[in-house]
C-alpha cells in the first residue's frame, strides 16, 4: 500500500518526540532544634510553635525528656510536627547508667506521629571499643520499646561522644541489625571530625541506606571549622561553606527525609535567626530547582 504524499511529508516534517524532564523534587521539610537554648526572649514552648508556624517550619526537634506532653499539646495547636526527640545514653556500662526511665512513660505519647528517637551514645572516650557491646544493647533495647508506637531509632554522631562520626553510627546500627534503627548526618559534627572533607560524598552514599535525618546551619569552611578560626554553627544566610552543595548531594543520593535546622549556640532573639534561616532556605531550594534537582 502507497502511502498518500502529504501524509508522508508531514510525518518527515513533524518534530521528533522528546521526553518531558522529570520535574525538581520537592523540598524536604524543615524544623528546628535547639532554637530555644540561647533565645533572649526564652519563649515558652507555646511561642516557639507560633514562631516556627508563622515563618513557614514544619516543626521541631526537643532536647531530652522533660515536657515533652506540652511540646506535643504546643505544636499540635500550631498545626506543626513533632520530628525528634533527643536522647543520652551512656554505654560505660556502669551500675545505674543506660538512659532516662521515663522513655518507657514518653514513647506511647509518639504513637502515630511518625516520630524518631535521636540517640546520642556517650560515657566512653570516642571509638572505645569497649563500649561497643553495650551500645549495641541498648541501641536493641530502645528500639524494643519504640517500634510498637511506630517510632524509628536514629544514632546521631557528636563530637566528643563515645560514638562521633558517622562511621561509628553505621556500625552500631549494622551490628544492632534492626529495621527501625537508621543514623542521622550532621553537618557541624562532621565538620569537626571528618579526616578529609573530600570524603562527604561517599559518606553519604554509603550512610543512605540507614539515613533517617540530616541537620545542617550555615558555617565557615571545614578548615576553618577544625583549626577553631572559623564558626560552625550560624544562620543559614552565613558562612563560606557551600550548604547549597551538600543539598544538592544529598537531592542527588535520593535522600527525601527531614531536615533539621541546627541552632544551638546562636543568641539573641530567636526570630530573627529563624527568619533569616528560612529565607536562605527557600532560596536555596529555588536554585535547587532552577537546576532541575
Known sequence: MRVPALVLALALAAPPLRAEPAAPAAAPPLFAFCMDTHDAKKRSL????????????AGAGHLWLDKVDERLKTLDAAGLRLFQIYLRVDVSGKPGTGYDPRLRDVVPLLKGRDAMLVLLLQGRLPGDPEGEARAVELVREINGLAQPAGVRVA???????????????????EKADRPGVGVMFNLCHWMKTTPDEGELRTLLEKAMPRLAAVSLSGSDAVAEVKSGTGSWIQPLDRGTYDVGGLLGTLRDLGYRGPVGLQCYGIGGDARDHLARSMAAWRALQGRLAANGR
Open 46 to 57: 507555646a511561642e516557639q510553635a507560633g514562631l516556627l508556624k508563622e515563618l513557614g517550619y
Open 155 to 173: 544514632l546521631y554522631p557528636h563530637t566528643g561522644d563515645w560514638m562521633e562520626r558517622v562511621q561509628d553510627a553505621l556500625r552500631v546500627a
